[in-house]
């Protein structure tokens, strides 16, 4: 095996899942584990070191440049701090570089898991080649990243670019985060399948509504193939408030590319077009034309991008 | 006179200013006329090259460096071209810097008004020794301007930033740029007015109600100041908007102080603890410590910081 390698940690408040990847971002292994979300910090901590262990052989562990971790925020990337992960319990002001670098003796890098997936994208995948790059994952909730002239917009602490905490329905939705009206809370994975299961409710002319509290992302968007027709009013609403975001960040952070990941991407055809008219409707002319396009890491844009937390070529950039 | 020159011009919707300042961001010399916004770009470049020949003396005019210009978005400043600004006939893809460099014959830099302000405060004002920070100026609109990372952000073209066009209000109302619910419709300078003059008309037990019409921000402040609950009223929900939109801002970007001016700044003691009180119940906890100053530079973060875009030193930093 040529080239240098690294190990890419996503913690995430469903899975943890580690990977060994190269410098050209291919994922060599992989391995995965549903997070003890209750276990506590050690418990977590015992299971990044196992899957870390699953992706390495003996001789890897010696060419392994260090360890990237991609989490949710807010953290302190500098200090190496996860200051308050609310889908892990016991994940606050907890010394998280430090406690796996002793464990692991690897080097170890935090990131913003929306920072490690835009820093994925733009070395391996969709945004290679741009200076100025807008990634949004929409699953669970709703995160994202920005590369702004050439560089990876971190802000104090890294904690930049929570962009799923952005207001956009002054009084609206409640979010997970205590606020009224985010972004996350009217367009996420999450609040989309909500929606679509309160309307199927009462629809029994749809084929949604058979399938009653199991509804989710992916069978609203097969029922939407299918020409039905809520399920398709649904997928139109979804891209229009996806759309509103997208507007507001191309006029906040002028990027070249907006790229989205995230389970919701697999409806990826059947939302572009609401995007796209959205944008054309309501963002101001000089930044209609900029392309909104699918993640290409697929699933693996945080894993790779938080391998390329370590990987050499991206320090300058961060 | 000591150190390097330059000269600063401000091309705004109401007033044209310039200004002859030092590399200490000391204001040397200032003139202003109101912008012949019906004139097109010939007569609108005349006026600029008026008033650059009125604050330079001829031994001056060989030490400047350069004449910064900061102008209403959306500009192309790396082509140095006005793209579309609104407010002024016939400015829709003009060669501005290529204009003004024929006609003033000293080197010519173009940048966002809110880019600029941001530069302004940043060198010389309530941002000195920041790595990440927002300035926001609110007046007849809502723009900005940011540092991240110890850099001014950009984006394609230079046209980040533009956080006035942020719908915050899905739905609601209508802005200048013809979106609706854009943070400016509903916080900038005119918004307010509008707002306490539609509810002064009814309210006879205001003082503000004898004024009618010629209600503005800053009668509406000292109504306030004197105990006017109609008027007091309505600084409080002013306040409650902008820090909506702060809270924004601190997701988005990070900084470690934002930083207000423009007209409505004069308010900045009434405003501030609604503001605070917004930030500090619906940001996220590791957000919500981030002060909100107000701007050192006064009227002049703009036509300053126009000036540093040629002064030695900032050109590392944009």
């Known amino acids: 095996m040529n080239g240098t390698l690294a190990v890419g940690v996503d913690l995430g408040g469903t899975q943890v899942r580690a990977a060994l990847v190269d410098d050209a971002g291919t994922v060599i292994r992989r391995a995965a584990t549903m997070t003890d979300t209750q276990g506590g910090p050690e418990a977590v901590i015992g299971q990044i070191a196992g899957l870390v262990d699953a992706v390495l052989a003996d001789e890897e562990r010696a060419s392994v440049v260090g360890v990237g971790v991609a989490a949710p925020g807010p953290l302190d990337d500098e200090r190496g701090l996860a200051l308050a992960i609310p889908t892990l319990r016991g994940f606050v002001d907890l010394p998280l570089v430090a406690m796996l670098a002793e464990r692991l003796r690897l080097t170890v890098k935090l990131g913003n898991d929306g920072l490690a997936a835009v820093l994925g994208e733009w070395r391996f995948g969709a945004g290679r080649g741009f200076s100025n790059l807008v990634y949004i994952t929409v699953s669970t909730g709703l995160g994202g990243g920005v590369v702004a002239d050439g560089r990876l917009l971190r802000g104090r602490r890294g904690m930049a670019c929570h962009v799923g905490h952005m207001t956009v329905v002054a009084d609206g939705a409640l979010c997970a985060c205590g606020n009224r009206g985010c972004w996350e809370a009217h367009a996420s994975g999450t ?120 990987l050499p070529g991206s320090a300058a950039a961060c």
Do not use: C, K, W
Not at 211 to 238: C, K
């Open 191 to 310: 609040a989309f399948a909500q929606e679509a299961r309160r309307r199927a409710a009462g629809a029994a002319s749809s084929a949604l509504s058979a399938h009653g509290e199991r509804i989710d992302a992916g069978l609203v968007f097969e029922a939407a193939r299918q020409g039905d027709a809520l399920a398709s009013a649904i997928v139109a609403e979804e891209a229009d408030m996806l759309g509103l975001g997208i507007v507001n960040l191309l006029h906040l952070y002028s990027p070249e590319r907006v790229v989205i990941g995230g389970g919701v991407s697999n409806g990826f055809d059947l939302l572009h077009p609401g995007i796209v008219a959205r944008v054309v409707r309501t963002a101001m002319p000089p930044f209609r034309d900029v392309p909104i396009v699918r993640a290409e890491l697929a699933g693996n844009s945080g894993l790779v991008g938080a391998a390329a937390l370590v």
